[in-house]
């Protein structure tokens, strides 16, 4: 196995744990709820913690644009620009969080208009946001950390800040729900307390590094400043494109009735779990793009690109495989309900094909990120939405096929017009 080939898994294998662990924060708040003896509380838990997603999604440029730059500063050697991108991203993150936290009762009127619960479960996710809105602040710095530690070719950090947070959200939630009996306010505090320990455990790991001294006019120097706001405003932008695109996947697939919202949120959930597997090799993308770039090192950030390229595609193919073949026992694993089973078995191939449509978009998504090709980033989501648009528009009498083709295509548009962008920049 060549050298390249070994960092890419070394990087990776850390990362891939890192991701899947992370849906485990809101599995477990929703075990919890689910024995407190009314579905309420599963609701609420399910609306708050949408609530969150909505807005951590929207942030999530925190994390991408770090990784970016504190990469391409690891390949370059820069240890003063290493340290700036870290206290840059670090104070963006924490300031926004702040911010979210003084307008938590606006943002929290906005939250509820747009999802639209019902009056029950409003207040008992209301009482979940109004607790766990304290933890913005440390989601969004520890945001940042994860960026900067990828692009210092560390992904180790984001496995084991993951387990720091994962084990304490189940120790304190399950002590303060079923020991004192403080429900939906136990599970949220169980998560806030599990996301400051966060912070802490990445704010000891930073202990490991040499960083530099550097000035507070350093920090706010306004050419590179200008330069990581430009990169992180790109990729606020492309998270707000993927919001739009999935929000409106979910909209539409209600306007078919219960049974068809119920069976594409089974599908999507293949997607997803696909999603955070891709994603590990997405990171090391994002590590050594970043790294070579800074380094000038072309040749090998394209042989990079080329490697990458073959673990995403071997990756795919082994999921969809999966799928196929035992896509039907996932489905009841996950629904008793029949009707439900029907539609989602119907709909499987569609489902099936998604690693296979969308792995060299997810492949390409980390080494714009990694090569700080924010704008082009933005560019390629703009034209997959249309030809998601397109598409559902066109085929009115589809219904949830012309949906599904439509997401298909989405995925796949975005990996073509990368690759294209991507060959202009850095022709072979």
């Known amino acids: 196995m060549s050298s390249l080939n070994k960092e890419i898994l070394r990087i990776g294998i ?32 399910a609306v708050g913690g949408m609530m969150f997603n909505m807005i951590y999604w929207l942030f999530g440029f925190l994390r991408t644009g770090a990784s970016g730059l504190a990469a391409q500063a690891y390949g370059a050697a820069d240890i003063r620009e290493q340290t700036l991108t870290l206290y840059r991203s670090l104070g963006v993150g924490v300031l926004i969080g702040f911010a979210l936290v003084v307008l938590q009762n606006p943002l929290l009127w906005l939250m509820q208009k747009i999802i639209d619960a019902d009056p029950e479960t409003a207040v008992f996710a ?14 969004l710095a520890t945001h940042a950390l994860s960026g900067w530690f990828l692009g210092m070719q560390n992904s180790r950090m984001l496995m084991w800040t993951s387990l720091v947070i994962n084990i304490i959200n189940i120790l304190v939630s399950l002590g303060l729900v079923i020991g004192l009996r403080w429900q939906i306010p136990g599970v949220a505090v169980g998560t806030l307390t599990a996301q400051w320990a966060g912070l802490g455990a990445g704010l000891l790991f930073l202990r490991k590094y040499r960083l530099t001294h550097v000035s507070q006019g350093d920090v706010f120097e306004p050419k590179p400043l200008k330069r990581f706001f ?8 492309r998270g707000l494109c993927f919001i739009v695109m999935t929000t409106w996947f979910t909209k539409a697939g209600a306007g078919q009735g219960a049974v068809v919202l119920a069976a594409n949120t089974i599908l999507m959930q293949f997607f997803y779990f696909f999603s955070y597997l891709a994603d590990g090799f997405a990171f090391c993308a994002e590590a050594l793009a970043g790294k070579f770039l800074g380094a000038a090192d072309f040749p090998s950030l394209r042989r990079c690109v080329r490697i990458v390229m073959r673990w995403g595609a071997g990756l795919a193919v082994s999921v969809t495989l999966v799928y196929l073949f035992f896509g039907n026992a996932i489905i009841a694993l ?12 119907g709909f499987l191939p569609w489902a099936a094909l998604t690693p296979i449509a969308g792995f060299a978009a997810f492949m390409w998504d980390g080494v714009f990120v990694g090569t700080t090709l924010s704008r082009q980033l933005v560019f390629t989501m703009l ?40 060959h202009k920049k850095y022709p072979c």
Do not use: C, E
Not at 19 to 24: A, G, K
């Open 14 to 45: 850390p990362a891939i744990v890192a991701n899947i662990t992370t849906p485990v924060l809101a599995l477990v708040d929703t075990a919890i709820t689910g024995h407190m003896g009314s579905p309420v509380y599963i609701g609420a838990i």
């Open 334 to 345: 996950l629904t008793d309900g029949v009707a439900v089973r029907a539609v989602a078995a």
């Open 126 to 139: 209301g009482q979940y946001f109004k607790i766990l809105i304290y933890g913005a602040p440390a989601v």
């Open 383 to 422: 034209i997959a939405l249309a030809v998601f648009a397109g598409l559902y528009f066109l085929w009115p009498a589809g219904g949830n096929r012309a949906l599904w083709t439509a997401f298909l295509a989405f995925l796949a548009t975005r990996g073509l017009v990368q690759t294209l962008l991507f």
């Open 230 to 237: 430009v990169v992180n405003r790109d990729m606020m932008l």
